[in-house]
């Protein structure tokens, strides 16, 4: 009946020589009681020491089909005679046998209904987890579905304007007045930083599903690549690039390869009015590597050092240095899929060094890598 479908269900697997018709009637009050003995679904189970080898294996397979959700399994040891099961020893780094409390006959009910309820508080909090969890990964899905389908299908119309306005300023530019060609430039410029806007927003929502698996990656082979890649930025400016040895760490090349693009680009781009000097290096950190981007340039306020990751926040304007304010976001979510952490220390004037906390390659690689 509906009264009772949201009720407790706990099912007794005791043995007909046991005290299984007292058992059930204590409980009776509280809970739906089942009794029959093969295993059914149920939010917690009691069963005695003389049964418990019989329901040994349908037990586990019930608790290991709940799973990540608690299912609790509460055992009711009678006196001195064999079978009997011994409590888990907490130093035994075996796995633990497949019971969460034991309680000794005779049953003392107060401390009976004390164990349950701690057990089954458990479970229903270990429900509400699984439950929230899955929420958030249905709106995470849906929402990078949503920004995926938003900037692939602006791109469209985008194209549309931006080859109408080519269009006008081929065949109509010895028509314009100075004011036309002004309006005009605007616009394609406008067109422009928006085609960047979506193509960085695209390239964002796809991180965790266009990504390659992790697997362990040299950083010294990515670095040589986006030093290449970033040649003639280099060059113009007269940039002074020192790399140490790196780490393998567990990773995507390409998406890691974007990653340090994007931050030795900005340590480039917002360096100071002389030549910039960036120094990449790397320190052991427990479990993980931490490589870091050191500038000389002009630094971030503590204030603002949170909000420049997120999509489109920019401390400088366009006119002051051009850019989109997504390169550091894509960088966040890039590590976050490594499992990783992207931090910035730094004072305005200061220079800043970019931080990234990235997993070891492989469990075997000591602290003497
Ligand atoms: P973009 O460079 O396109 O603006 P980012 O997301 O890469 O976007 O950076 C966001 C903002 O963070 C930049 O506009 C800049 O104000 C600031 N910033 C990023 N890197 C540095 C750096 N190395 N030194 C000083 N400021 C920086």
Redesign the pocket.
């Known amino acids: 009946m509906d009264t009772t479908a949201h009720r407790t269900t706990i099912q007794l697997l005791i043995g007909d020589d046991g005290n299984r018709a007292a058992v059930g009637e204590l409980l009776e009050d509280r809970y739906d009681v089942l009794t029959q003995q093969p295993v059914r679904d149920a939010d917690l189970y009691i069963v005695d020491d003389y049964t418990f080898p019989d329901h040994h294996a349908a037990l586990r397979d019930r608790v290991e089909a709940d799973d990540p959700v608690f299912c609790p399994v509460v055992l009711i040891r009678r006196d001195d005679r064999s079978p009997r099961v011994s409590l888990p020893d907490p130093d035994d780094h075996e796995t633990p046998v497949l019971v969460d409390d034991i309680v000794e006959a005779p049953i003392d009910r107060s401390l009976l209904f004390r164990r349950l309820n701690t057990l089954l508080v458990r479970r229903s909090q270990s429900k509400d987890l699984r439950r929230y969890i899955s929420q958030l990964e249905e709106s995470n899905r849906s929402l990078e579905q949503f920004a995926y389908a938003a900037s692939h299908d602006l791109q469209e119309p985008l194209r549309m304007v931006s080859s109408y306005l080519q269009l006008i300023e081929q065949r109509y530019e010895d028509e314009l007045d100075d004011d036309g060609e002004e309006f005009l430039a605007y616009a394609v410029d406008g067109a422009d930083r928006m085609r960047d806007m979506i193509d960085g927003l695209l390239e964002y929502s796809r991180v965790d599903t266009a990504g390659d698996p992790l697997e362990p990656t040299d950083l010294n082979a990515v670095l040589e690549d986006v030093l290449a890649d970033l040649q003639v930025q280099v060059d113009e400016r007269d940039a002074r690039i020192d790399v140490d040895e790196l780490p393998r760490v567990e990773g995507d090349a390409d998406q890691l390869r974007q990653l340090f693009q ?2 030795l ?3 480039i ?3 100071g009015d002389g030549r910039p000097r960036v120094h990449v290096s790397a320190r052991r950190n427990g479990r993980s590597w931490l490589v870091s ?1 050191e ?1 000389d ?4 306020d503590p204030a ?1 050092q949170e909000r ?2 997120d999509v489109f ?4 304007s366009r006119e002051e ?11 966040e979510r890039i590590v976050k899929r490594h499992d990783g952490r992207i931090w ?1 220390d ?1 004072e305005p004037d200061e ?2 060094t ?1 931080t990234v906390a990235l997993p070891l390659a492989d469990a075997g690689e000591t602290a003497d890598a």
């Open positions: 994007n931050l680009v900005n340590a781009k917002y360096s981007v500038d340039g002009v630094g971030i603002d420049i990751f926040q920019r401390l400088h240095r051009s850019g989109t304010g997504i390169g550091l976001a894509l960088c910035v730094s220079g800043s970019f």
